[in-house]
């Protein structure tokens, strides 16, 4: 018998699976790989955090007309934001002018590497401005599930339940979990420091019970360290209604992350995966490389938003000219050590879906239930 729990109903879903919304450049979680998920019974949802409002509505259409199934966009709404200029150019001249040491280190890893300078073209920064105007796309365009990573989804829910949206929202802890259901959110993604990109500090076996505790009715989905049915069967048991997966499907045959790195990823340990606030300022667990250990070293303090971000975003643009893949920001989660073979995604979730299913019926064998 297929798992079902009220999530299902509450997304219009099959399995309570989710693929997590990531937002590397728009090629962790591309319109190919939602559509695979949703096609098969969970949600996929598509990771728009640093696209532009016209490159969201493009991959909105693309996943359209590959199901007709449900799907999400995932944006990041940061509840405050640094002082800062509201373009690229105008972040870097602001680096040049206060944080010479930052800038010093990111020109000594250019002539450590050997990497020719290649600066982002864009001129975009994550503003305020720029965020709504995401948030109006995904409004517009009736995406089905609205999910918001890092931040307060408070500015979103309201609109977004108004034209029947549902709206979910990340949590680290139970405090984080509670405002979010203030906020108004239909469902909390709790998210354990197992997780890969963006993280807290609680485990997932504290969490989980702890956020379901916080919540009440609100269903409770379980995040991070999840690569197979028994971490799905082992959330449920633990009070989640679903699960949210992200590192897994980095590896799958349809993400467009470089095959390279999810080579590296397949062939890591889980202490390969550590916390470094080299690449986005902010707390991020990422496959350990050169560029961490030459940040930890460098003894520098993170800059906040957008500066750490403008900075490093300039050196993944060399890295990703010389294809030097062993010094990209490769982000994923501790779950990553169970990963063995690249798979489709359909594979990955017949995987997840029987999984979970034995993992329960061994359960009960096994306790005499
Ligand atoms: C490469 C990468 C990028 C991510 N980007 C985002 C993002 O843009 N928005 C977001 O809400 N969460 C993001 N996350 C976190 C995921 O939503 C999710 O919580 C996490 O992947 C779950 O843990 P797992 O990686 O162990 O499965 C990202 C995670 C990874 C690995």
Excluded at 92 to 107: C, G, I, N, S, T
Excluded at 315 to 338: C, P
């Amino acid at each position: 018998m297929a798992i079902r729990t009220a999530l299902c109903d509450l997304l219009g879903i099959e399995h309570p699976i989710l693929l997590a919304g990531m937002g590397v450049w728009g090629m962790a979680t591309p319109p190919a790989l939602v559509a695979a998920v949703s096609e098969a019974g969970g949600l996929g949802v598509l990771g728009c955090s640093g696209l532009s409002p016209e490159e969201i509505r493009r991959r909105i259409k693309a996943v359209r007309a590959l199901t007709d199934k449900p799907f999400g966009v995932d944006l990041l709404l940061p509840a405050t934001l640094a002082p800062a200029a509201t373009t690229r150019s105008g972040v870097r001249a602001e680096l040049d002018e206060k944080f010479p040491e930052h800038v010093a280190f990111y020109r000594n890893l250019l002539t450590r590497f050997e990497l020719a300078e290649a600066p982002v073209q864009d001129d975009i920064v994550i503003s305020s401005e720029f965020i709504e105007a995401q948030i109006a796309v995904t409004l517009e365009e009736h995406v089905p599930v609205f999910a918001a990573g890092l931040g307060d989804p408070g500015r979103v829910t309201g609109r977004a339940k108004a034209q029947g949206m549902v709206t979910l929202g990340l949590a680290g802890s139970p405090r984080n979990a509670a405002r979010q259901v203030e906020a108004g959110v239909d469902a909390v993604v709790a998210q354990g420091t197992e997780a890969g990109g963006h993280t807290g500090r609680v485990a997932n076996f504290a969490l989980i019970p702890q956020v379901v505790d916080a919540v009440g009715t609100t269903p409770v989905i379980a995040a991070g360290g999840i690569s197979d049915g028994r971490g799905i069967a082992a959330s449920m048991a633990l009070g989640a209604s679903g699960a949210w997966l992200g590192s897994l499907f980095l590896t799958a045959d349809e993400s467009d992350m470089p095959g390279a790195c999810k080579d590296e990823l397949i062939a890591s340990r889980s202490t390969d995966m550590d916390v470094t606030r080299a690449w986005t300022g902010k707390t991020l667990r990422a496959r350990k490389n050169e560029v961490s250990a030459a940040w930890a070293e460098s003894g520098l303090d993170p800059l906040p938003t957008p500066h750490q971000r403008v900075l490093m975003e300039d050196f993944l643009e060399a890295v990703k000219s010389a294809k030097r893949w062993d010094l990209f920001m490769n982000a994923a989660g501790q779950g990553i050590g169970m990963v063995s073979k690249r798979k489709s995604a359909a594979e990955i979730m017949t995987d997840l879906i029987e999984g979970t299913e034995r993992a329960m019926d061994e359960l009960a064998a096994r306790t005499g239930r």
